[in-house]
């Protein structure tokens, strides 16, 4: 069996951020599947200390784009739990303005269903349902559905 050389380990990591960024757990999970025997945390540490990974970096493009898509702040907050980042990181970046998740629930809800408010209680579970697995939060749903 070849001997995996943190040249290669570096390589591959480089060409993962290459696509996109990457957590600092995504990136050790990746390269640990790719290269089981070689430990990459001496590469990936001299990565983030280079400045090449970061997870500041990663959140805010996450962010963005999970949001972009119309998600809600709790999906968003669950799918970077499980990227590896703590919540402390995850509130530093996700901005809590109940407004604006809001109206971009809203905004989605009519896309989605038009603009007339369901009358009938199956309609109304069905866009609750909706909302809920995009990420709103019960209140958030329930105000989009009276405006």
């Known amino acids: 069996m070849l ?7 570096r390589r591959a990591a480089m ?11 995504e990136l050790q999970e990746k390269l640990t599947h790719r290269y089981s025997d ?14 090449l ?4 970096r990663f959140l805010e493009s996450y962010i963005r784009s999970r949001s972009a898509k119309s998600y809600g702040p709790v999906r968003i907050r669950s799918e970077l739990r ?7 990181q995850i509130s530093a970046f996700l901005i ?18 038009g603009d007339e408010l369901p ?3 199956k309609d109304r579970s069905r866009q609750y349902r909706f909302l809920a697995q995009r990420g709103y939060t019960s209140s958030q749903i329930l105000m989009c559905l009276r405006y």
């Open 3 to 9: 001997e995996v050389s943190d040249k290669d380990i």
């Open 15 to 25: 060409d993962l951020l290459a696509r996109r960024e990457h957590s600092f757990y």
């Open 38 to 51: 070689a430990n990459p945390l001496p590469v990936l540490e001299q990565l983030k200390e280079e400045g």
């Open 53 to 56: 990974q970061s997870d500041e």
């Open 82 to 88: 499980r990227k590896g980042l703590s919540d402390e």
């Open 96 to 113: 809590e303005d109940e407004e604006s998740w809001l109206e971009m629930a809203k905004s989605l809800r009519c896309r989605k269903f």
């Open 119 to 121: 009358k009938v209680a």
